[in-house]
């Protein structure tokens, strides 16, 4: 009975820690090309963006800084 009941209370501590060192969430910037023109954009590792009338692109705040990781 001790067992079982050490065991959830392990498992209940490993989830809480695991919870506690959780990456934050990553803020997203957004850019827009208005309807009917254009819109050009550089994103942060120098990639050039060209957008198409009414569409959006997304992306992290700190995108290309530091190592890259993809969802």
Known sequence: MYMA????????IAGWLAWQWREPAAEWSIVR????S????TLPDGTEV???AGSELSY???FGKGRRRYN
Do not use: C, E, Q
């Not at 050490?6 to 209940?12: E, F």
């Not at 254009?38 to 954009?41: A, G, H, L, P, Y």
């Open 5 to 12: 009941a050490a065991s959830v209370v392990i498992l209940i």
């Open 33 to 36: 090309a208005k309807s009917g």
């Open 38 to 41: 254009r819109s050009s954009v």
């Open 50 to 52: 060209t957008l198409n």
């Open 60 to 62: 992290p705040t700190d």
